[in-house]
């Protein structure tokens, strides 16, 4: 089954899915992205369909973009030369400007928003920053809200369970699904998102 980011030949890839003593790897986050943003922008949910000059919203990002991430503190410790020689600079703008990344991306707070200044994005996407309601009045470390919420379900620590509170907190968010605790099920979740991926690579 051909997923756009990752093609899955063994039947065990869906098995590893829906059972608590399995680890989901980075291709099953991936595919689980792939499939929320395809559904966000092709579904009866979006906020966008009846609208079609707007473009549809949704931040996951792929595993690697992370790798990058953290790269970030070793690429602006070298000298601008070195930067520039080692296509370091280069790499890093195709990630922002979305053709490495398989998302859009509008939050990891500070150093999102350096890098975003840093390769022209608002510039190209004709945003003014500086009159801008939204970011008008925001350092320019400081674009984006980061928000807090209380009460959510926690992961035990012994669990296995990360890549399902990571993919069920980017449904949720995304869609604005309010996360209720006592009814928040990992194994359940994780029948659920197996079903949905097999019978999503069926149709596909």
Known sequence: MYFGVETVEDKNWFYTMGFADHTWTDS?????FYCLRK?????????YKNEPNKSYKYSTVDCNFMNVIRSLNDVYSMDAQN?????????LMEYINGFLVLAEIEKIA??????LQACDLYVKKGIDH???????????????DVL??????????????CG????????????????????????????????????YGIRK
């Open 28 to 32: 099953h986050i991936d595919v689980c």
């Open 39 to 47: 559904k966000s922008k092709y579904g009866p949910h979006s906020s």
């Open 83 to 91: 930067l520039k020689d080692g296509g370091q600079e280069h790499h």
């Open 110 to 115: 500070k150093i999102i928003s350096l890098c």
């Open 130 to 144: 500086q009159s801008h309601p939204r970011y008008k009045d925001k350092e320019s470390s400081d674009m984006f």
């Open 148 to 161: 807090f919420q209380d009460d959510l379900p926690q992961q035990p620590s012994e669990s296995l369970d």
């Open 164 to 199: 399902v509170f990571m993919v069920m907190y980017a449904e949720c968010l995304s869609y604005g699904h309010k996360v209720i605790a006592s009814e928040f099920d990992p194994n359940a979740l994780r029948t659920r998102y197996a079903a949905l991926l097999w019978d």
